[in-house]
């Protein structure tokens, strides 16, 4: 709480900066002052600072929660340990390379779930409740503000054991030599995969303006990147094709994993090199389309009586 | 014992319609469940593709794929979403005050608020589920016999319980604890993992399929799904069903109980 209210007096402190910029004209300072943005950065270091400041106070609840999405995503590994008991590869994927895919799936996953994912569900919150107007007063993009207010540093557990798990997979896997473009890329695709998760989950939270809730958000979520979890060879056939191109034109979220991932676990082939290429696309693209979403929802946002 | 029913049957009533409120969200909801089903049947069919063996385990492709079918089926009686933490929330609020000053009893009411949910839901959900049913009808083997199905039946109303009384429970801790969010994420793991909802149970190491057996989590979705598909027959069948009714009943009892002492437990301070 303490946190919040620190972040709260900074963001007052740019509005009167503000005022004051409008009650001075024709001030040598004035354009100066105005043209004065407030520093993105700076804002969500603090968002960041006053997370970990919370998340420290209960710091016997934040080492349960490391712990418990952690163990998540071990049993998930532990599915997979099971399937490859029984079978050698999964549409040519063999073990090794599937846990950098799988790794590849933690990395993404919990930088979403640190940054966007609390905020996402507080954004439906915030609509039902009427609690979006303050986000909406202050002298900050909206959008920003309301994507990045907290960070879950818990969901971050995972990022290590994926560091963890690529440097043991890595290797094993025959045949493959690194190369320094492969380094230079990876985090980079990993990093566009982010976006494009973030892009849909703040157009699906966006969506609760119109419905009034959106309860089943995080259910859809789920759903909707479960399709992403795995390689999209195994998209294949009557039904299997239309929907892998669904998945990657309309709706891109098998590139948000398959594309880093094939770049690490086997380089690029030149049938996939469009991929690659296509990865940045998407990602402009889903960023865009989120902006534009998020802007029209926000038009229609009645407030709820506060 | 007439009031009585009309004030069991007024609470129903309201969580019904209580239900029926957010109905675009619910719809939306019930619709996005079928998604996994069908990355499921990709993933397998790749799985058994590359393994290139007509059976895993004693289980075919189509066997399955009917699993997770039924899985789904089995889930939707057994999972009890918002109990727990809906509980500990008005433990620790406060909110729980009204059932020690009402003439209501809490257990009763949760169960009939969550039949009347459960109710809402398999209205809408029917058509959905006899729609996947019916396209997916090829993975099946046609209908069990008759004594095969009633014992599904029963496994089905039984999960159903065992799984408000064991979630309700969960929820009971928080008279304890203030703050429960991650114990019942732990429980959640293991009711994900351990009821067969991700995999069939017989693709663990013997060891461990014996083990977990015996405890409640393969009741709440491996079970009647097996029994569907005529993986345990006979006496397996049998000592199964006694299993699960011990564990619903033991539930039952502990729930009760640690609402009691809860309830010595509790203080409430303000309106």
């Known amino acids: 709480m303490e946190g919040e209210r620190i972040a709260e007096c900074r963001l007052r402190s740019a509005e009167l900066e503000a005022a004051i910029s409008f009650r001075i004209p024709k001030s040598k300072f004035r354009i100066c002052i105005m043209s004065r943005h407030p520093s993105y950065l700076g804002v969500f270091l603090t968002f960041a600072r006053n997370s970990l400041v919370r998340d420290m106070t209960f710091r016997a609840n934040f080492i349960i929660d490391t712990i418990s999405s952690i163990s998540w995503m071990i ?73 990045l207010r907290k960070v ?9 054991v994926a560091l963890i798990l690529l440097a043991y997979s890595v290797p094993r896997i025959e045949g493959l030599d690194l190369t320094v473009w492969q380094v230079v890329l990876y985090p980079l695709y990993v990093l566009m995969g982010v976006f494009i998760l973030y892009s849909i989950m703040i157009a699906l939270a966006a969506t609760s303006i119109w419905l009034g809730r959106n309860q089943s958000l995080y259910d ?30 309309v709706i891109p979220i098998l590139v948000v994993i398959n594309v880093p991932a094939r770049l ?43 | 014992m007439f009031a009585r029913a009309e004030t069991w049957w007024t609470i129903f009533k309201i969580c019904v319609e209580e239900r029926l409120v957010y ?35 004693g289980f075919t492709r189509e066997d399955v794929v009917a699993y997770y079918l039924l899985t789904m089926l089995a889930r939707a009686f057994s999972s009890m979403p918002g109990l727990a933490s809906g509980l500990a929330r008005q433990i620790r609020e406060g909110e ?38 019916y396209l997916c009808r090829d993975y099946f083997h046609g209908w069990p016999p008759i004594e095969v199905f009633l014992a ?30 991650s114990l019942l994420f732990v429980h959640m793991l293991f009711i994900f993992f351990f009821s067969g909802h991700m995999f069939p149970l017989e693709f663990l190491p013997d060891f461990w399929k014996s083990v977990i057996d015996y405890t409640p989590f393969p009741y709440l979705a491996y079970f009647p799904s097996a029994v569907f598909l005529g993986k345990v027959q006979g006496a397996v069948l049998v000592k199964g069903l ?14 009760r109980f640690s609402m009691q002492a809860g309830y010595r437990r509790y203080s409430g301070y303000g309106g």
């Open chain 1, 75 to 147: 049993m998930n590994l532990g599915f997979y340990a099971l399937v490859y008991r029984k079978t050698s590869h999964i549409a040519d994927w063999d073990k090794y390379q599937f846990f950098v895919f799988i790794s590849t799936t933690m990395f993404v996953n919990s930088l979403v779930q640190a940054f966007f994912m609390p905020n996402a569900e507080e954004l439906s919150e915030q609509v039902r409740t009427g609690g979006l107007d303050f986000a909406l007063l202050k002298p900050i993009d909206t959008q920003f503000l309301v994507s």
């Open chain 1, 152 to 160: 879950a540093w818990s969901s971050l557990g995972n990022f290590f």
């Open chain 1, 220 to 249: 859809f979520w789920f759903y909707i990147t479960n399709f992403s979890r795995y390689p999209m060879e195994i998209y294949e056939g009557t039904w299997g094709t239309p929907l892998r191109q669904i998945f990657t034109f």
């Open chain 1, 264 to 306: 690490m676990a086997k380089p690029l082939s030149t049938e996939y090199a469009w991929m690659a290429a296509f990865g940045l696309v998407a990602t402009v693209g889903s960023v865009l389309a989120s902006r534009w979403v998020f802007n029209r929802a926000l038009k229609s946002y009645r407030s709820a009586s506060s």
């Open chain 2, 23 to 57: 109905r675009g969200d619910f719809a939306l909801g019930t619709l996005m469940r079928f998604l996994p089903i069908v990355t499921q049947i990709f993933l397998w069919t790749a799985v058994f593709a590359s393994a290139g063996t007509a059976t895993i385990q």
């Open chain 2, 96 to 133: 729980i005050k009204k059932f020690l000053i009402q003439p209501i009893d809490l257990i009763s009411y949760l169960l009939l608020a969550r039949t009347a949910h459960k109710v809402v839901y398999y209205l809408i959900a029917t058509g959905p589920f006899a729609l996947v049913f």
């Open chain 2, 152 to 181: 599904f039946v029963v496994s089905l109303l039984l999960s159903f319980l065992l799984g408000f009384y064991m979630e309700a429970t969960m929820g009971m801790i928080s008279f304890w604890f203030l703050e429960v969010s």
């Open chain 2, 242 to 255: 006694v299993i699960e009714a011990a564990w619903t009943v033991g539930f039952i009892v502990l729930c």
